[in-house]
């Protein structure tokens, strides 16, 4: 029993690669539907592979800091990339750090103010 | 259709010589420079192509090339350099793509430039298929769900075969041509808004 477009088109994205299928060698001849829509995945194919050729824009400076890579003591770039992924996280920290110390340093200041007045 | 892979990567490979290769090997800081200036594009976009965020696909192309400064030595010329180069390169976009799931969707249009200079394909197959507009391609893969897109990348715009599209994505060969079927039949959807056959 001969197959639907419908059979025939679930197939054609295998098809395009492989032409494995009798049935769709068969049905193709008398289906402009199908036949068309074989051009259009022979076609979006042809694309993906032109597209493999065509390179997109690179961000600035980055060939400069890839030449220097090997010649630096610590890849450079990526300490910098590194720090600023992490600027918010850095911040944070900072700020803790800050508000841990002048804490403690207010501690300080009124225990000996304390000590001060009870002599 | 596989054809225009080896042509891709002979062009490469004339930028690439293996003279460029060997002074590499001795650590001769400007045949590093040519290598670099004659691939770092290619590299990156396929790290683009694969993680579609612009610092990811940056760390990535460092990534490659800090390993193929490493591994330069005891490289042995078996294969084509270029096609260590981008097995290295895939390597990495994927091991990123892996372990990192913080990414942001960009919208990456290809160089207008290289698109005007981009020479008609004369293939039989081409010929007969329906033209296609590679910015408008460029941009619906860009929009392919994440495990559609890595398999379509590997496979059809950079002529992987199927085994080693499996290999990379650690998946069966059947599941890995079914992800690339899927990924067509959903590009073709995008690329063709007045198709009416029904998605899966």
């Known amino acids: 029993m001969p197959m639907s477009c419908t059979e025939i088109r679930a197939i054609l994205p295998a098809y395009v690669e492989d032409k494995a299928s009798l049935d769709v060698r068969r049905h193709l001849p008398g289906c402009p539907g199908c036949s068309e829509e074989l051009a259009r995945y022979r076609g979006l194919v042809a694309g993906l592979e032109e597209l493999g050729g065509i390179p997109l824009e690179a961000p600035p400076g980055l060939a400069i800091s890839l030449a220097e890579l090997p010649f630096q003591g610590r890849p450079l770039a990526k300490i910098k990339t590194h720090v600023a992924r992490n ?3 850095y911040f944070v920290s900072g700020l803790a750090a800050l508000g841990a110390t002048g804490a403690a340093g207010a501690a300080l200041w009124h225990r000996r103010r304390g000590r001060a007045i009870a002599a | 259709m596989r054809g225009q892979k080896k042509v891709r990567e ?3 490979t004339e930028l690439v010589s293996a003279e ?6 001795q650590g001769d800081r400007a045949a590093w420079d040519a290598l670099v200036e004659a691939t770092y594009r290619e590299v990156y976009t396929l790290c683009l192509r694969v993680l579609r965020d ?5 760390d990535a192309t460092q990534d490659t090339y800090l390993k193929v400064w490493r591994g330069i030595k005891g490289f042995r010329g078996d294969a084509a ?5 981008y097995r290295v390169a895939m390597n990495a976009a994927l091991t990123r793509n ?3 799931s913080r990414r942001r969707a960009i919208e990456v249009a290809a160089e207008p430039e290289a698109l005007v200079a981009l020479p008609a394909s004369d293939s039989t197959e081409a010929a007969a298929g329906a033209r296609v507009e590679l910015g408008v391609l460029e941009t619906a893969l860009a929009s392919l769900p994440e495990h559609y897109r890595v398999a379509v990348v590997l496979r059809d715009v950079y002529g992987r075969s199927t085994a080693e599209v499996a290999e990379a994505l650690g998946i069966s060969e059947t599941a890995a041509k079914v992800r690339v079927h899927r990924a067509r039949k959903k590009l073709k959807s995008m690329v063709y808004p007045d198709d009416s056959s029904p998605e899966e």
């Open chain 1, 87 to 89: 600027r918010p996280g």
């Open chain 2, 10 to 12: 002979r062009s490469l």
């Open chain 2, 20 to 25: 460029t290769v060997e002074r590499c090997k």
């Open chain 2, 54 to 58: 612009e610092q990811e696909a940056a």
């Open chain 2, 81 to 85: 350099f270029t096609t260590w180069l």
């Open chain 2, 98 to 100: 892996r372990g990192n």
